[in-house]
T-cell receptor, first 111, second 114 residues
């Protein structure tokens, strides 16, 4: 069945270092969404990418959608302790009207 | 303030008991969802509903039941048939089907079976 895979599962960085998480889908996606879940919290929507090759930035966060619309990445420049949490990507599951989530990348930042 | 309210936040249950988790939204969203989250497993879809009086099974519906009698409400019952119910349960809603717009999540309900 359709799968959305994320790597790495865990990432430990020193504050100020960069961080990247990668998302790969087994099928072509019409769009991809990214969410952040702080420890003990709930997922919060970050962004949606729709176009092939699209790049969007939110301050220190850069999101990319692959040309084939099967992969995506989230890059954080100069991490801060406030970036701690788990980052999930999600894409539409076939035509069912719901999303399939990756297992997430858990980021920890050492001050 | 508009949002999604889940209750209770924490719940303890004895084996063999059914328990119902509440999810209410005042965002006027059509679609609502229940996800289960286990450590290292990401979010797995239990049930979803795109319109009142209609709902569909997700990937892990066995041992769960839902109803959608009102647009604002989408309660989830964890039945005794669910063999491993201890988990963090998240309710979400979206304006449309969710595949073209963001999901808004509640704060979650953490269920522990004793």
């Amino acid at each position: 069945g359709q799968q959305v895979m994320q790597i790495p599962q865990y990432q430990h960085v020193q504050e100020g270092e960069d961080f990247t998480t990668y998302c790969n889908s087994s099928t072509t996606l019409s769009n991809i969404q990214w969410y952040k879940q702080r420890p003990g919290g709930h997922p919060v929507f970050l962004i949606q990418l729709v176009k092939s090759g699209e790049v969007k930035k939110q301050k220190r966060l850069t999101f990319q959608f692959g040309e084939a619309k099967k992969n995506s990445s989230l890059h954080i420049t100069a991490t801060q302790t406030t970036d701690v949490g788990t980052y999930f990507c999600a894409g539409p599951k076939g035509s069912q009207g719901n999303l399939i989530f990756g297992k997430g990348t858990k980021l920890s930042v050492k001050p | 303030d508009g949002g999604i309210t889940q209750s209770p936040k924490y719940l303890f249950r004895k084996e063999g008991q059914n328990v119902t988790l509440s999810c209410e939204q005042n965002l006027n969203h059509d679609a609502m969802y229940w996800y289960r989250q286990d450590p290292g497993q990401g979010l797995r879809l239990i049930y979803y509903s795109q319109i009142v009086n209609d709902f569909q099974k997700g990937d892990i519906a066995e041992g769960y039941s839902v109803s959608r009698e009102k647009k604002e409400s989408f309660p989830l019952t964890v039945t005794s048939a669910q063999k491993n119910p201890t988990a963090f349960y998240l309710c979400a809603s979206s304006i449309g089907s969710g595949v073209s717009g963001e999901l808004f999540f509640g704060e979650g309900s953490r269920l522990t079976v004793l």
